[in-house]
Nanobody, 123 residues
Framework: VQLQASGGGLVHAGGSLTLSCAAS????????MGWYRQVSGKQRELVAIISGAGAATYADSVKGRFTISRDNTKNTVYLQMEGLKPEDTAVYYC??????????????????WGKGTLVTVSS
């Protein structure tokens, strides 16, 4: 499974940004898709996960500001980020996993990882 993310960049605090991630190869192996992020020097953390049926799990820190969605016809997952804060600055990783439970995937041990895309929020 290959995951290709795009859409990172620099944005001012309070601004918006949308990340996209397209999956290819071995698509029968995945159900849930989503995003983790990592701040330099810290562990990777959950941002949001969405199942093939559309159920989603969000980190508390992004609830109400970020929206995850997916287009199964395009094998693509999106992360719409609004009200961005400097603490959202991180490398964002697209992920995919065979499990159906977004809570389980959000808890860790994700199987497939894409290369990260940097999101920088200036104050």
């Amino acid at each position: 499974v290959q995951l290709q993310a795009s859409g990172g960049g620099l944005v001012h605090a309070g601004g918006s940004l949308t990340l996209s991630c397209a999956a290819s190869g071995g698509l029968f192996r995945i159900n849930s898709m989503g995003w983790y992020r990592q701040v330099s020097g810290k562990q990777r953390e959950l941002v949001a996960i969405i199942s093939g049926a559309g159920a989603a799990t969000y980190a508390d820190s992004v609830k109400g500001r970020f929206t995850i969605s997916r287009d199964n016809t395009k094998n693509t997952v999106y992360l719409q980020m609004e009200g961005l804060k400097p603490e959202d600055t991180a490398v964002y990783y697209c992920v995919a996993d065979p499990r159906y439970s977004t809570r389980e995937v959000g808890a860790g041990d994700v199987v497939y990882w894409g290369k990260g895309t940097l999101v920088t929020v200036s104050s």
